[in-house]
């Protein structure tokens, strides 16, 4: 396992980023839009452009699903129309970052090459006519991805107006199962395993006798209904752990080629924020940069998103590569295919970009110019209505961009440094959605209860991968934690004994690195940190609840319950029922070593619950919040050596006020801040400390 784990990570580094300022070299941000020039006539190329410069955008993305229109046939490549455009953009002082097309392959590939479609379970090709519908294992689709890639970049190395590429567009999806893939696969499980006893143990064959004899006897894990396989959990965890590997291996094909031939342009990917399909810690080790794609107001839901999903997806964008990001696609209207969601209200949309910069976005980039009138996203708004005519969008980023240009200089250097983190981690993630142990349980919802609580109480936090080091924080957040390691265990012990605070929940150090279970009393290797025994625990199903009352209140318990033996540990929250339960913790707190471990066993249904448990766990590592904000405002602060930036953002539709250190100076109007600083609807205010 270890052996493998160190492939992959050489297999990322080979390229080798490069350091890169994210701003511009004059010190300005980059500002810009997603632009499409192919989807309108050439006469209005001049006009987009000089509303852009009008606007004061010093940046746009290009040929993002253009590989027909560059390649119309096999092998013969033609720029002239993108050359054009870059002219016309550079002409208004508008730089560009190019996009290499394989999201989309031209109708003539999926012809001549109908394997380079995916498979998908009914032992069907994809049919042609959509995106993110190819096979990453054909030879034929990467060799002809690296073709056009190579193409771009001989022919646009030495363009002063282009500054970066974005390798494909938003990774992951397709989850092809034909014969290539699974020769690959089969292939990858050697690479990983080396033999197959190992591969036996670790998938735990010997259960229903699935014991395999022979690579050849290697299936693809089979998925009916959509519904993740629990024939074999391993084997399905692998699987997930390769189809992110392909898309991780194919970017990397192209990052060799712009390495090689544009040295100086930066690379970059537009991830998608929460996304679960893939390992996004590999896929960003071979870029210069992270960004992703911000859209708050998707869906039926906006609590979900706004304000806290969107907080979260950008700090674990930052946690990526632990360094700040872009944003390379930010809403701009209303979006959606068949159907579109609610618009973007007047003022709404400068506090949806500074929320980003106030986590660590260090570049803002508009999804999309003008609202297409052809295609699967004519209701994909965009700055622009499809009249074309600069309305109040366009405006409401005019002037978002005035405010940018006020802040930039003394953003640049800052970023978000926190005292507490959370570890995010994909295989608990993938492992949980495999086996959820209750009805509801999700990796992303166990995380949210806490995160949200600390948002609520103005509180900056990480989100970093287990392998990292965590004696920079006073408080490590571990909820859900269920794939756990012997060595991450033991760095966790360490962790508390070494003086930090840690905190976790249920369902936490069941499984392996390999997804079986480890056969100990839970909570395994933290037993001793945590100062507990769990010999039992059971699901609530959806209709129960067990009523809680200590040290922290009175709250009821659903979904699922541990039966919480304490050892050393002080109870601080017991059930009083049903009978059965009520000898048992349902949140615990142990001294150990010089730290503390912190145990939550079951599920509350009242967020206050959370919001009383995270200042119990603020007040014992002396984290003490700098502002605390009313409810539906939002503190974050960017920082480095010399400059403290206080960002105060305003997600509700009345006026707020919000107690703020005298003296600071707000660079949005240059007023002195006298202990109180109004917000107006959707308002923001940056302070200089």
């Known amino acids: 396992?270890?052996?493998?784990?160190?492939?992959?990570?050489?297999?990322?580094?080979?390229?080798?980023?490069?350091?890169?300022?994210?701003?511009?070299?004059?010190?300005?941000?980059?500002?810009?839009?997603?632009?499409?020039?192919?989807?309108?006539?050439?006469?209005?190329?001049?006009?987009?452009?000089?509303?852009?410069?009008?606007?004061?955008?010093?940046?746009?993305?290009?040929?993002?699903?253009?590989?027909?229109?560059?390649?119309?046939?096999?092998?013969?490549?033609?720029?002239?129309?993108?050359?054009?455009?870059?002219?016309?953009?550079?002409?208004?002082?508008?730089?560009?970052?190019?996009?290499?097309?394989?999201?989309?392959?031209?109708?003539?590939?999926?012809?001549?090459?109908?394997?380079?479609?995916?498979?998908?379970?009914?032992?069907?090709?994809?049919?042609?006519?959509?995106?993110?519908?190819?096979?990453?294992?054909?030879?034929?689709?990467?060799?002809?991805?690296?073709?056009?890639?190579?193409?771009?970049?001989?022919?646009?190395?030495?363009?002063?107006?282009?500054?970066?590429?974005?390798?494909?567009?938003?990774?992951?999806?397709?989850?092809?199962?034909?014969?290539?893939?699974?020769?690959?696969?089969?292939?990858?499980?050697?690479?990983?395993?080396?033999?197959?006893?190992?591969?036996?143990?670790?998938?735990?064959?010997?259960?229903?006798?699935?014991?395999?004899?022979?690579?050849?006897?290697?299936?693809?894990?089979?998925?009916?209904?959509?519904?993740?396989?629990?024939?074999?959990?391993?084997?399905?965890?692998?699987?997930?752990?390769?189809?992110?590997?392909?898309?991780?291996?194919?970017?990397?094909?192209?990052?060799?080629?712009?390495?090689?031939?544009?040295?100086?342009?930066?690379?970059?990917?537009?991830?998608?924020?929460?996304?679960?399909?893939?390992?996004?810690?590999?896929?960003?080790?071979?870029?210069?940069?992270?960004?992703?794609?911000?859209?708050?107001?998707?869906?039926?839901?906006?609590?979900?998103?706004?304000?806290?999903?969107?907080?979260?997806?950008?700090?674990?964008?930052?946690?990526?590569?632990?360094?700040?990001?872009?944003?390379?696609?930010?809403?701009?209207?209303?979006?959606?295919?068949?159907?579109?969601?609610?618009?973007?209200?007047?003022?709404?949309?400068?506090?949806?970009?500074?929320?980003?910069m106030a986590h660590g976005a260090d570049a803002q980039i508009w999804f999309r110019w003008r609202t297409c009138t052809a295609g699967r996203e004519q209701y994909w708004h965009g700055l622009l209505g499809h009249d074309g005519q600069p309305l109040r969008r366009y405006k409401e980023a005019k002037q978002t961009v005035a405010d940018y240009r006020k802040v930039e200089k003394a953003l640049h250097g800052t970023t978000v440094k926190a005292d507490a983190a959370f570890i995010y981690d994909y295989d608990s993630m993938w492992a949980l959605r495999i086996q959820p142990g209750y009805p509801g349980n999700s990796y992303q919802s166990a995380l949210a209860r806490y995160y949200n609580a600390l948002f609520r109480a103005g509180v900056n936090v990480d989100m970093i991968p287990p392998e990292q080091d965590f004696d920079n924080y006073k408080v490590l957040f571990a909820p859900d934690l269920y794939i756990v390691p012997d060595g991450l265990a033991e760095r966790l012990d360490a962790f508390v004994r070494q003086g930090g605070i840690l905190v976790t929940d249920c369902r936490t150090g069941v499984k392996d690195e390999t997804g079986l279970v480890h056969p100990r009393t839970l909570p395994g290797r933290l037993t001793d940190a945590l100062g507990i025994r769990i010999e039992e625990y059971g699901s609530l199903g959806t209709k129960m609840s067990y009523p809680t009352q200590g040290d922290l209140g009175e709250f009821s318990a659903i979904n699922y319950v541990d039966w919480i033996i304490p050892q050393s540990a002080q109870v601080l929250q017991k059930y009083t029922g049903p009978w059965h339960m009520t000898d048992f913790a349902a949140v615990t707190k142990n001294n150990y070593g010089k730290g503390q471990a912190w145990y939550v066993g079951t599920v509350f249904n009242e967020s206050s619950f959370y919001d009383t448990f995270v200042y119990q766990i603020l007040h014992a590592a002396d984290i003490q919040p700098l502002v605390h904000p009313p409810a539906g405002v939002e503190v974050c602060i960017r920082q480095d050596n010399e400059t403290m930036l206080l960002f105060l953002i305003n997600h509700t539709d009345t006026l707020q006020t919000v107690d703020v250190p005298s003296g600071a100076v707000n660079l949005l109007d240059n007023a002195t801040a006298q202990k109180i600083v109004e917000l107006r609807r959707y308002g923001v205010a940056v302070l200089q400390l």
């Not at 987009?48 to 699903?65: H, I, P, S, Y």
């Not at 209904?225 to 629990?230: K, L, N, P, T």
């Not at 752990?241 to 537009?270: A, G, K, M, Y």
């Open 1 to 356: 396992m270890m052996k493998y784990r160190i492939f992959l990570i050489l297999f990322c580094l080979i390229s080798n980023t490069h350091a890169f300022d994210t701003f511009a070299p004059d010190g300005s941000m980059y500002i810009g839009v997603d632009y499409y020039p192919e989807h309108w006539p050439e006469e209005r190329l001049a006009a987009d452009a000089r509303l852009m410069q009008q606007a004061g955008f010093n940046v746009v993305r290009l040929a993002e699903f253009a590989w027909v229109k560059m390649e119309p046939e096999e092998g013969v490549y033609d720029f002239t129309w993108l050359d054009h455009a870059i002219s016309v953009l550079a002409a208004h002082d508008l730089k560009v970052i190019l996009c290499t097309p394989t999201a989309v392959m031209p109708a003539w590939l999926a012809k001549k090459y109908p394997s380079a479609l995916a498979l998908k379970p009914d032992g069907t090709r994809i049919v042609w006519g959509g995106r993110k519908n190819n096979c990453f294992s054909d030879t034929d689709y990467r060799r002809l991805s690296k073709s056009i890639t190579f193409a771009m970049a001989k022919h646009y190395k030495d363009n002063p107006h282009v500054i970066g590429w974005q390798t494909d567009n938003e990774f992951g999806g397709t989850d092809c199962r034909c014969d290539q893939c699974l020769a690959e696969f089969r292939q990858w499980l050697r690479d990983k395993y080396d033999s197959l006893n190992e591969l036996n143990r670790a998938w735990g064959t010997h259960f229903w006798g699935l014991t395999l004899q022979d690579w050849d006897e290697i299936p693809i894990p089979d998925q009916r209904e959509g519904q993740w396989a629990i024939s074999n959990p391993s084997a399905s965890l692998d699987w997930q752990r390769f189809t992110s590997w392909l898309n991780v291996r194919f970017q990397h094909d192209q990052v060799e080629i712009l390495r090689e031939h544009c040295p100086d342009h930066f690379i970059t990917h537009n991830f998608m924020g929460l996304y679960q399909e893939m390992d996004y810690y590999d896929l960003a080790r071979d870029l210069d940069v992270v960004s992703w794609d911000n859209y708050p107001t998707f869906g039926d839901d906006e609590t979900i998103t706004i304000p806290y999903g969107s907080s979260m997806a950008a700090d674990v964008m930052r946690g990526l590569k632990n360094q700040n990001f872009w944003i390379m696609e930010q809403t701009a209207g209303p979006h959606g295919w068949g159907w579109f969601g609610r618009n973007i209200r007047p003022g709404e949309l400068e506090k949806i970009c500074f929320q980003q």
